[in-house]
């Protein structure tokens, strides 16, 4: 069963938030440990399963997608605080990357989660069912 909040109802700062950017932080950092292990000359080796595969360096590409999600989430709630985030935009992810690209990537979205982290923290965050409706994929009217 899903909650919803009411327009304007803010969810408030509470443990939750700081339990996820914990997570956030602590799968970040394994990340960059882990592209730091990977020898250069091994980069483009992939593991050919039977159900499809990527190489390192297009696995490295997809993590970047999707640390680049979690910055576009920030954004959403948060525009005017996380305007630098539309840069962001016009880098490439999806794409095969070297791991020292890698990282000084990872570091620029962790720098934008993190702020964003800090506006959940500070300000709470803005909720309203007609977006987590459409966030959710469901184009009919917002339920209360």
Known sequence: MHTCFPVGVTVPDNSIVGSIRLKVREQIEKTKHLIL?????RIEWNPQWPCGSFDIGHLLGHLLECLAGFCAVFHAAFPQQLKGVLELRSLPVNHFCKPDKAIARIQVYETYIEEGFDL???EGVPVA?????RWRGNAGTARS
């Open 37 to 41: 292990l990977i020898p250069p000359d």
């Open 120 to 122: 959940c923290s500070n």
């Open 129 to 133: 069912t007609a977006d987590l409706y």
